[in-house]
């Protein structure tokens, strides 16, 4: 039971990642325009005044905005979707069914009780407010991810109900919509009675996670302590959509979570609202501006240490694959590679680095650091960071030198010291000819194969660098086949559960090894 939980868990936490994974792209979008929409921006480039360009930023704009009107919906979608394991289709039907569902229960809880607010400030501080046309309680992403839940288990569970022949047209798949109604209608009123206490845990967690200056710091650490069991997507969601991340006041509104915070001051108000200064350097020290540290300084640090220590006869090769993982974490923010390559071989060194990732963002507050959105690429930078004002990125910059320096030399002392095998010290290499080819087909064949042949594979997933297998028995693994087809790590979190990393060629391999097991030739 302790090893499904935990299976159950990693699960919900990739799930989110898929709401995350539209965010981020649309997010930059509005970033432009909105940059592009700045009286500052204007000044400096007259042609953005024009009647024409300003009609066309604004229009898109509004349309990438309804992606953040909606998120609760998103999540709602991408969780259902994430936590079945039949008729995912169904699944996400019927999640939209119960959100809605979820919410006008809400609105019958408090209509019953008496506790509707018709004012719109006294709205906002009970916490009420319009959502898809309906005066509810705003439960904000937490309502999407109850409903993704919840739909996700009703699928699984009743997708092949059978009833009696004069009910059979609702048996099956069209009756996990109908009992999706049935089983978020008590939930929702329900929530309503339990918010207060939910809202007050929450908060207690806010008062450590959110603590001024340490409170970020205490944030990267945990969250890069957890990325072996996959689990960092649900610290970061946490803080990012729930009390948890902090409630926040601006201009007669309150946002709960970091994110939507920033959305409001970052696509909305710009630089120059009050608001910009008073929380922005909070609230990025949690997103972008903290991963900038970890992806444009110290992963191309600590790849340069890696470099320099690696063997002579190994620099060639391991030139190749560290600029790999180097350049996967800058431009992608997909950071696990080049963390996996010293993860399992040097679990203490690991822990440093986390405790050291959390020590090193703590400044960011300090220096006032306030650059947006979510993933911390380069692009991130160019986009939140130089074409916005008041973002302090030249702050980023001097503190990102010094992390440069002390995680280039940290791992450097610790690489040499303990004879940590990182890439290019090892008497064998692994091969990552095969996914540089991109000969998928062949990566999928050792990749079964090392798993223990098809009958030894219950289930196949991938989150964003990593396959994610349920085995019949894991004494069956051939780690070397792994590591022949240009597996980076690999990781047993849970009996007959192992992670292997392919960084961003996994969903082509994953297709692959699907294709594989149902006997597809690929061309």
Request: charged share 15%; glycine share 8%.
């Amino acid at each position: 039971m302790k090893s499904n939980f935990k299976n159950e868990i990693q699960t919900f936490g990739r799930s989110l990642l898929l709401p995350i994974a539209v965010l981020a792209p649309v997010g930059m979008l509005m970033g432009i325009c909105s940059a592009l929409g700045q009286a500052y921006m204007i000044d400096k480039l007259p042609f953005l005044g024009n009647a024409y360009c300003k009609a066309i930023l604004s229009s898109v704009g509004l349309i990438s905005s309804v992606v953040f009107q909606n998120i609760p919906l998103l999540f709602a979608m991408g969780v259902a979707y994430g936590m079945s394991k039949k008729e995912k289709g169904i699944a996400v039907f019927s999640s939209v069914i119960a959100y809605l569902t979820l919410l006008i229960s809400m609105h019958v809880h408090l209509k019953l009780m008496g506790q509707l607010v018709t004012d719109k400030d006294g709205m906002a501080l009970v916490g009420q407010g319009m959502v898809l046309g309906i005066h509810t309680l705003k439960i904000e992403a937490l309502g999407g991810i109850i409903a993704g839940l919840l739909a996700a288990k009703v699928t699984d569970r009743f997708y092949r109900l059978q009833l009696p022949l004069a009910f059979a047209f609702f048996s099956g798949k069209k009756s996990v919509a109908i009992l999706s109604i049935a089983f978020t209608i008590p939930v929702g009123l329900v929530i309503p009675f339990v918010w207060d206490v939910f809202t007050y845990g929450m908060r207690s967690i806010s008062t450590i996670m959110m603590a001024p200056n340490i409170g970020a710091g205490i944030y990267m650490t945990l969250n890069r302590l957890l990325i072996p069991f996959g689990l960092h997507h649900v610290l970061s969601s946490t803080v990012r959509f729930t009390e948890a991340g902090g409630t926040y006041l601006i201009d007669g509104q309150t946002y709960v979570g970091i994110l939507p915070a920033m959305n409001k001051i970052l696509f909305e108000l710009g630089p120059n609202h009050p608001a910009w200064n008073e929380f922005m350097p909070t609230l990025s020290s949690y997103l972008a501006s903290s991963q900038m540290l970890t992806t444009l300084f110290r992963v191309p640090a600590i790849g340069l240490a890696m470099y320099h220590m690696a063997y002579i006869k190994n620099k060639k090769f391991a030139k190749g694959m560290i600029l790999t993982v180097v350049l996967t974490a800058f431009l992608g923010n997909i950071t696990e590679p080049l963390e996996f390559s010293f993860l399992f071989i040097a679990p203490k060194l690991f822990i440093v680095y986390a405790i050291l990732c959390g020590l090193l963002t703590i400044p960011l507050q300090i220096l006032e650091v306030s650059i947006g959105y979510i993933r911390g690429t380069i692009f991130d930078f160019g986009i939140f960071g130089l074409m916005y004002e008041n973002t302090h990125w030249v702050n980023l910059i001097i503190l990102g030198a010094i992390n440069f320096a002390v995680f280039y030399f940290v791992f450097r002392y610790a690489i040499g010291k303990f004879d940590v095998k990182t890439p290019g010290r090892e008497n064998e290499m692994a091969d990552s000819a095969l996914l540089n080819n991109k000969e998928y087909d062949k990566v999928a064949q050792l990749v079964v194969e090392g798993l223990g042949g098809k009958s030894n594979i219950k289930r196949v997933e991938n989150c964003v660098s990593r396959l994610r297998i349920d085995l019949g028995d894991q004494k069956l693994l051939n780690m070397e086949l792994l590591k022949e087809a240009g597996s980076l790590g690999t990781f047993i979190p849970s009996s007959n559960h192992i992670h292997v990393v392919f960084g961003p060629h996994v969903e082509f391999v994953r297709n692959a090894v699907d294709d594989h097991l149902a006997g597809v030739t690929q061309h």
